[in-house]
Structure formats: structure tokens, C-alpha cells
């Protein structure tokens, strides 16, 4: 069965910086285009970035461009979001999503539990 690993979220301050990684399994990673979308305390998911399968094309949400940086190594089955100069409105729930195919444009099949981060001073 498909299974999402994340980690990497924690408590940062203020305009650091901070990696999340997600490990996937039980699927063809290559074959799928993946996401991160982010929970804060109090309200739904929000869609914060996408990769294509092959790591040709990245999206974001227009909040976030330039700060965050999606990538993805698919000889180790993980997808990296690389997170700049954090903001409190970055405290959240983060997780990753596996595509039913090889565009964001497709469906999210599952998300997993997610990593939680904290930006505090």
C-alpha cells in the first residue's frame, strides 16, 4: 500500500530556513507527479506545491513563490521542500501527496500524516 513519510518539520525562528522530506513507498514514484499541502491550527489544507513525476516542471502557490523550492530525487522515492526566510504564517501541518499520474493537474490518490512546523521566535 501506498505510504508518505514526512519529516524534517520542528520548531524554527523567523526567517530561517528548514527542509522537509518525504519518503514515499509502495507505488512507482517516478511514474507520479507529487505535492505538499499544508494544514494550519484551525483550517482545511491548502495546496502549497506540486512537481511533475520527472522533476521538469514545479508549481506553487503565489504565496509562497520564491521562498519555498520543491524538488525531488527519484532514485531515493523522496520529494524535498526547501523553505527560506519562514514566516509565522508558515506554522502548520505539512504533508505530501502522491498524483494518480505524472501531472499535478491529476488527482491526489493519498496524503500522508505530515510533519508539523512551528515558526517562533
Known amino acids: 500500500q501506498v505510504q508518505l513519510v514526512e519529516s524534517g518539520g520542528g520548531l524554527a525562528q523567523p526567517g530561517g530556513s528548514l527542509r522537509l522530506s518525504c519518503v514515499a513507498s509502495?507505488?512507482?514514484?517516478?511514474?507520479?507527479?507529487m505535492s505538499w499541502a499544508r494544514q494550519a491550527p484551525g483550517k482545511g489544507l491548502e495546496w502549497v506545491s506540486g512537481i511533475k513525476s520527472d522533476g521538469s516542471a514545479t508549481y506553487y502557490l503565489d504565496s509562497v513563490k520564491g521562498r519555498l523550492t520543491i524538488s525531488r530525487d527519484n532514485a531515493k522515492n523522496t520529494v524535498y521542500l526547501q523553505m527560506n526566510n519562514l514566516e509565522p504564517e508558515d506554522t502548520a501541518l505539512y504533508c505530501c501527496?502522491?498524483?494518480?499520474?505524472?501531472?499535478?493537474?491529476?488527482?491526489?490518490?493519498?496524503w500522508g500524516q505530515g510533519t508539523l512546523l512551528t515558526v517562533s521566535s
Open positions: 501527496g502522491n498524483h494518480d499520474y505524472d501531472t499535478v493537474d491529476d488527482p491526489v490518490d493519498e
Open positions: 509502495g507505488f512507482t514514484f517516478s511514474d507520479k507527479a
